[in-house]
Nanobody, 122 residues
């Protein structure tokens, strides 16, 4: 089976930076899309950023120009560099992988990480 593990969350002041990491482990052959979602208290889960294996990326309007998503295909990892953080960025951030093909399955499956807390506060 495939597991996603996030790291890098924490408490930062407004204007600060954090770098989130997500490692996908298992007998993985390929991952079509890796991305980051977030969910703040009382709000719906929203897509923050996503990246395809072909190099395409997309971002939520609220984070464009501040966040950067990147992938390391050889290590099955995805990163989210978050700069100029704002209090409204406070949320639990979840790593997501879609279109995951393992060496033991011919099916493309999706997976979620456990989430990591990001708190932006003075």
């Amino acid at each position: 089976q495939v597991q996603l593990v996030e790291s890098g969350g924490g408490l930062v002041q407004p204007g600060g930076s954090l770098r989130l990491s997500c490692a996908a482990s298992g007998s993985i052959f390929s991952i079509n899309v890796m991305g980051w979602y977030r969910q703040a208290p009382g709000k719906e889960r929203e897509l923050v950023a996503a990246a395809t294996s072909g190099g395409s990326t997309n971002y939520a309007d609220s984070v464009k120009g501040r966040f950067t998503i990147s992938r390391d295909g050889a290590k099955n990892m995805v990163y989210l560099q978050m700069n100029n953080l704002k209090p409204e960025d406070t949320a639990v951030y979840y790593c997501n992988a879609e279109g995951v093909l393992t060496i033991f399955s011919g099916s493309y499956l999706g997976y979620w990480g456990q989430g990591t807390q990001v708190t932006v506060s003075s």
